[in-house]
């Protein structure tokens, strides 16, 4: 058993945390205040080979890995514990590999080099207000009609809109619609590609709006309302009725790489913790000479140890399914490791950053601290995003226990 990275690994890491040193370290808490554009940033991932990592060279991908995406999302958030630039990093790389396995081959071509280039995001719509992570309630309506899809209802918490809009040359989301009567549940479900943006022009059918999100504010939360947007058949994802699987395949790669988001911003925390308990002297000794403190530093180093172990086989896992085709493994285990990875990694950073804001005392609850923008950060996949940490739960359950009791 071998816990050390191949040298091609190694090669990655070391590039992504030279590329954070450079363009994401310094940049970041301003980007978080508004005052440097994350596009700015996400140019210079593209200038720095950074996109596009799992997806076939023949789109101009880098017939990467999983394990690879997680190195990135782990260092590009240890250097943003806002996690802004993580997040654009993860949706940007696991719901366009939904469009590389389950698009159809024109629709590759034509959206995944401009994903790589940098002049394109693609990223998920499927949260309703009413349904949260109840996705087979899906409401919102895709008509069908001489040879298109016509979009009806609303999308809820969709990360990107405006970054698309504003930004980008060519954008949209992976779309979950309902295309037979609601009694169906998931069965009556399609996934699509909804372009909202395409060689520049903002298409027609469609208005949005923003949420002003308490952290990770340099990748701003939007609303869409469909009144018609015309999806072209050619953009369905998979089979028409099929689309629950596709989703949840989807949703299982976003978890991995979430997990290793969470991993990087608590490494961040404790290494920022580690300088300030050492130096921080209370009653003529440094606070961390009070076992209070040293032993819970010591127990959160540990869960960081275990999340990060079980983020990595997690990956492990996702190359086998997604990258190699091993037929060792299947969708099931995969499922069940990137929501415990999920899980573990967003509790413990919740969990890192509320201890270390205890820590830091009152100069915690400071922007200048940036304690707080790392706790607002993980609190965005605490709460939700890709599911809960009770939805997670109820995945590990139902795959380890039996759905028939559960």
């Known amino acids: ?46 200038e720095s080979g950074l996109l596009g ?38 949706l940007n790389t696991a719901w366009p590999f939904i469009v590389q396995r389950y698009g159809r081959e024109e629709v590759k071509e034509e959206a995944l080099p401009r994903v790589i280039k940098g002049v394109g995001f693609i990223g998920i719509a499927s949260t309703e207000p009413q349904g949260g992570s109840d996705v087979a309630s899906t409401r919102l ?74 952290g990770r504010r340099g990748l701003v939360t939007n609303y869409i309302r469909f009144n018609g947007l015309t999806v072209k058949e050619s953009y369905t994802l998979g089979e028409v009725n099929g689309g629950f699987k596709v989703l949840m395949e989807g949703f299982d790669i976003a978890r991995v790489l979430i997990a290793a988001a969470s991993v990087g911003v608590t490494r961040w925390l404790l290494d920022q913790s580690r300088d300030w308990i050492k130096s921080r002297v209370v009653f003529d000794k440094p606070i961390a000479s ?51 990875a999920k899980m573990t990694a967003v509790e413990l950073a919740v969990e890192t950053a509320l201890e270390a804001m205890r820590w830091f005392g009152g100069a915690s609850y400071f922007k200048e601290s940036n304690i707080a923008r790392a706790l607002l950060g993980a609190l965005s996949y605490y709460v939700g995003a890709e599911g809960s940490g009770n939805i997670m739960r109820l995945i590990v359950a139902r795959n380890l226990i039996g759905r028939e009791v559960t």
């Open 1 to 46: 058993m071998d816990f050390n990275l191949s040298q091609e690994e190694e090669l990655f890491r070391s590039s992504v945390v030279e590329f954070t040193e450079r363009y994401v370290k310094p940049n970041w808490a301003l980007v978080d205040d508004g005052k440097y554009p994350l596009i700015n940033i996400v140019r210079r991932m593209s």
């Open 53 to 90: 990592v799992p997806f076939n060279s023949r789109y101009g991908g880098q017939d990467g890995t999983f394990t690879m995406s997680a190195l990135a999302t782990e260092e590009l958030a240890y250097a943003d514990p806002s996690l802004a630039t993580p997040v654009f990093y993860l």
């Open 141 to 214: 309506e895709a008509r069908r009609s001489n040879g298109a899809w016509s979009l009806y209802g609303e999308k809820n918490i969709v990360t990107g809109v405006s970054l698309v809009v504003s930004d980008m040359d060519y954008g949209g989301f992976v779309t979950i619609a309902r295309t037979a009567p609601i009694e169906t549940r998931h069965r009556g479900l399609t996934s699509l590609l909804a372009l909202v943006k395409s060689d520049g022009k903002v298409l027609s059918g469609f208005e949005y709006g923003s949420y002003e999100d308490i």
């Open 290 to 340: 009070y076992q209070s403190i040293s032993f819970k530093y010591a127990e959160l180093a540990a869960k960081l140890e275990q999340a990060r172990l079980l983020t990595y086989k997690a990956a492990w896992l996702t190359d086998k399914y997604f990258i190699l085709n091993d037929s060792s493994v299947n969708v099931l285990t995969v499922a069940t490791f990137n929501a415990m």
